[in-house]
C-alpha cells in the first residue's frame, strides 16, 4: 500500500458537492490540468481532484534559439538554484489554511478537432481563475459561476497537496525513486520525460518547502537530458532561467524562473519540430509495435492532429500564490 492509499483510507471522505456545481468544477479541472495522451506514457494528467478552478492563458508563443548549457554545466546551474532556494525564508502553514494559488493556463488536448494543424498563429482563449486546497488536503476551493464551492478532492499527489508534499524525503534520491513510484505507469517505473513533467508541475500549483524545492532541484539534475538557458524569455517577455527537458523527440518542456531569485514563474511547452500523432499509438514498451483489435488484426491508424515547430502547446504562467485562513480568502 503506497502513501496515496494509506491517506485514503485514513481521510473520511465528506458529502460531495451539487451534482451541478460538481459538474462544473469536474470540467473547469480537467481545462486546467489537462496534459492529454502523446504517446509513451504521456497521459492526460491525473490530479484526480474531484473539483478544481480552470486558469487558462493565450498558447501563442514564438520558440526561442538555442543557447542551452551542456548537461554538465547545467548540473552545475541547478545545484547553485538548489543552494540558493533551500536559504530561502518560510513559515509552513497550519494543517487548517488553505493554499491560495491563481494561475493562468491553457493547453491543446480535447480542443482539438481530428486532423487539425495547430500553428503559432492558432489562438487560445485566455482565463484567470482563483484556486484554493486546504493545507492537509482534505478540502479545495474554487469559482462556479462566480459563488465559492468548496468539495473533497479525491486522490492526493504532491502536486495538489501540501501536507503530502512535505512528508516526502528531501534527500534528491530517495524524493526521485518516491515520484517514480507515485507516478509509476502501468508497464513499470515512469520515465524520465514523465518525472521531469511531474516536478514541472508540483513547482507550479502547490506550495513547496524550500527544502523540497532544493530537492527538486537536485533530483532534475540527476535526470538525463536536462538542460538550463539563463538567457531566456519567460511568457511576459521578461528575462528568465529556463530549466527544460525534450520529450517525444519534439517537445520541449521548461521550467522559468526568477534569473535573481530563482523565483518560479512559468512552465512552458513548446514544439522544436514538426510533429504528426497517430492514433492508436503503438505500445513502444512492448513487443507488439503495431495496435492490433482483439483478433489480432492490425487496427488502422490515423492523424488525430499536427502541430508546427515553434508553436506552444501548454503554457502555465503564474500570477500568485499564498496562504490564507479561509477559502474564498486572498493574501
Known amino acids: 500500500m503506497n502513501d496515496l492509499e494509506r491517506l485514503r483510507e485514513d481521510w473520511a471522505r465528506p458529502a460531495p458537492p451539487a451534482p451541478d456545481a460538481q459538474a462544473a468544477a469536474r470540467a473547469a479541472l480537467m481545462a486546467r490540468a489537462h496534459h492529454p495522451r502523446r504517446g509513451r506514457g504521456w497521459a492526460t494528467r491525473a490530479l484526480a481532484v474531484a473539483a478544481a478552478a480552470?486558469?487558462?492563458?493565450?498558447?501563442?508563443s514564438v520558440f526561442q534559439g538555442e543557447r542551452t548549457l551542456p548537461a554538465a554545466n547545467a548540473q552545475v546551474v541547478l545545484t547553485r538554484i538548489a543552494a540558493a532556494v533551500q536559504e530561502k525564508e518560510f513559515t509552513p502553514p497550519r494543517d487548517d489554511q488553505w493554499i491560495y494559488t491563481e494561475s493562468r493556463d491553457a493547453a491543446w488536448g480535447k480542443d482539438i478537432?481530428?486532423?487539425?494543424r495547430i500553428t503559432p498563429q492558432t489562438p487560445l482563449p485566455e482565463t484567470v481563475e482563483p484556486f484554493w486546497t486546504r493545507a492537509d488536503g482534505k478540502r479545495v476551493?474554487?469559482?462556479?459561476?462566480?459563488?465559492?464551492?468548496?468539495?473533497?478532492?479525491?486522490?492526493?499527489?504532491?502536486?495538489?497537496?501540501?501536507?503530502?508534499?512535505?512528508?516526502?524525503?528531501?534527500?534528491?534520491?530517495?524524493?526521485?525513486?518516491?515520484?517514480r513510484e507515485l507516478y509509476r505507469e502501468a508497464s513499470g517505473p515512469a520515465h524520465d520525460e514523465w518525472i521531469f513533467l511531474r516536478f514541472a508541475v508540483t513547482l507550479s500549483q502547490n506550495l513547496v518547502t524550500p527544502e523540497h524545492e532544493a530537492a527538486i532541484f537536485?533530483?532534475?539534475?540527476?535526470?538525463?537530458?536536462?538542460?538550463?538557458?539563463?538567457?531566456?524569455?519567460?511568457?511576459?517577455?521578461?528575462?528568465?532561467?529556463?530549466?527544460?527537458?525534450?520529450?517525444?523527440?519534439y517537445l520541449k518542456v521548461e521550467i522559468l524562473l526568477d534569473p535573481?531569485?530563482?523565483?518560479?514563474?512559468?512552465?512552458?511547452?513548446?514544439?522544436?519540430?514538426?510533429?504528426?500523432?497517430?492514433?492508436?499509438?503503438?505500445n513502444n514498451r512492448s513487443r507488439m509495435p503495431i495496435p492490433v483489435d482483439?483478433?489480432?488484426?492490425?487496427?488502422?491508424?490515423?492523424?488525430?492532429?499536427?502541430?508546427?515547430?515553434?508553436?506552444?502547446?501548454?503554457?502555465?504562467?503564474r500570477v500568485a500564490i499564498g496562504v490564507v485562513d479561509q477559502a474564498g480568502e486572498r493574501p
Open 113 to 116: 478537432g481530428q486532423g487539425e
Open 54 to 60: 480552470v486558469v487558462i492563458a493565450t498558447g501563442v
Open 260 to 282: 535573481v531569485t530563482y523565483a518560479y514563474r512559468a512552465r512552458r511547452e513548446t514544439a522544436i519540430a514538426d510533429h504528426e500523432e497517430l492514433n492508436p499509438k503503438p
Open 141 to 179: 476551493g474554487y469559482l462556479v459561476n462566480g459563488k465559492l464551492q468548496t468539495s473533497n478532492p479525491g486522490e492526493r499527489t504532491p502536486e495538489n497537496t501540501y501536507a503530502l508534499l512535505a512528508s516526502l524525503p528531501t534527500d534528491p534520491d530517495a524524493l526521485l525513486a518516491k515520484y
Open 218 to 249: 537536485r533530483a532534475m539534475a540527476k535526470l538525463p537530458g536536462v538542460t538550463v538557458d539563463e538567457t531566456a524569455t519567460d511568457t511576459e517577455g521578461r528575462s528568465a532561467l529556463s530549466i527544460s527537458q525534450v520529450a517525444e523527440d
Open 294 to 317: 482483439d483478433k489480432g488484426v492490425p487496427v488502422p491508424r490515423y492523424l488525430a492532429w499536427s502541430i508546427e515547430k515553434g508553436t506552444t502547446w501548454s503554457i502555465s504562467t
